[in-house]
């Protein structure tokens, strides 16, 4: 029987986005604090990125390879 890592699995990739948004949030939460557009917007990309991810993986990645 072969072992899969947590993070190879769905509720693994799953957590893995969870955390990316809660940091993005972050950063973005500083970014509107200290005016800095730039790092307001870096994690907003990257709360979007994060969001999209699961969808991405499961209708166009493991779609298109058998």
Same mark, same amino acid.
């Given at each position: 029987? %072969? %072992?899969? !890592?947590?993070?190879?699995?769905?509720? /693994? !990739?799953? !957590? @893995?986005?969870?955390?990316? +948004?809660? +940091? !993005?949030?972050?950063?973005?939460? @500083? /970014?509107?604090?200290?005016? =800095? %557009? /730039? #790092? $307001?917007? &870096? /994690?907003? #990309? =990257? @709360?979007?990125? =994060? @969001? +999209?991810? &699961?969808?991405?993986?499961? $209708? #166009?990645?493991? %779609? &298109?390879?058998?």
């Amino acid at each position: 029987m %072969k %072992k899969t !890592s947590f993070f190879r699995t769905k509720e /693994g !990739s799953f !957590s @893995i986005a969870f955390i990316v +948004i809660m +940091i !993005s949030f972050i950063v973005e939460v @500083i /970014g509107l604090t200290i005016n =800095a %557009k /730039g #790092l $307001y917007c &870096s /994690g907003f #990309l =990257a @709360i979007l990125a =994060a @969001i +999209i991810y &699961s969808p991405v993986k499961v $209708y #166009l990645l493991k %779609k &298109s390879c058998p």
